[in-house]
């Protein structure tokens, strides 16, 4: 069974940054399209950021020129940067393909104060 495990979350006030990681128990050599995820309190789970193999990249409008996603096959992790941050970008934060193949991890808790 394929295992997603993330990292990185934490409280941070409005205009900080982290960098959010998540390890896959498998190769990501293979994985087309890797994504993050993220559902805030009382709200559906939304696609954020998407990364293809050959590197092109996808961003909800609502992040854009604030994250940036990445990903390093060799360690077969793939990273969010998230810089600027905002309140409403608080939330649990998950990693999965663009396609949610793979049974959910348990995300990493993202707070950001204002």
């Known amino acids: 069974q394929v295992q997603l495990v993330e990292s990185g979350g934490g409280l941070v006030q409005a205009g900080g940054s982290l960098k959010l990681s998540c390890a896959a128990s498998i190769s990501t050599f293979s994985i087309k399209t890797l994504a993050w995820f993220r559902q805030a309190p009382g709200k559906q789970r939304e696609l954020v950021a998407t990364i293809s193999s050959g590197r092109s990249t996808y961003y909800v409008d609502s992040v854009k020129g604030r994250f940036t996603i990445s990903r390093d096959n060799a360690k077969n992790t793939v990273y969010l940067q998230m810089n600027s941050l905002k309140p409403d970008d608080t939330a649990v934060y998950y990693c999965?393909?663009?396609?949610?193949?793979?049974?959910w991890g348990q995300g990493t808790q993202v707070t950001v104060s204002s």
């Open positions: 999965n393909t663009v396609s949610r193949t793979y049974n």
